[in-house]
């Protein structure tokens, strides 16, 4: 059955950092674009890192580039979110989501950021 679970979540202060992965089962991990999203509470949930299958491409929004880093692994199939300089407006359930042929999601880790 497929599966992706997220851990490395967690309380941090504003400008520390955390990482975050991302562990799959249950499918062809290599074909799949894999990529990062966030909720905030009454927020609409929002992209904040893919990286192709291969790894060769990634993409981040504005309000997180230069400050957080995708990568995966393919062979331990598990992607990672490297996050430097967090903010407060960082705080949110951040989930793992893979899509090529079908879309498959994560359960969610918490990120809090505050002092």
């Known amino acids: 059955q497929v599966q992706l679970v997220e851990s490395g979540g967690g309380l941090v202060q504003p400008g520390g950092s955390l990482r975050l992965s991302c562990a799959a089962s249950?499918?062809?991990?290599?074909?799949?674009?894999m990529s990062w999203y966030r909720q905030a509470p009454g927020k609409e949930r929002e992209l904040v890192a893919d990286?192709?299958?291969?790894?060769?491409?990634?993409y981040y929004p504005g309000s997180v580039k230069g400050r957080f880093t995708i990568s995966r692994d393919n062979a331990k199939n598990t992607v990672y979110l490297q996050m430097n300089s967090l903010k407060p407006d960082d705080t949110a359930v951040y989930y793992c989501?893979?899509?090529?042929?079908?879309?498959?999601w994560g359960q969610g880790t918490q990120v809090t950021v505050s002092s």
């Open positions: 989501n893979a899509n090529w042929y079908w879309t498959y």
């Open positions: 990286i192709t299958s291969t790894g060769g491409s990634t």
């Open positions: 249950g499918f062809t991990f290599s074909r799949y674009v």
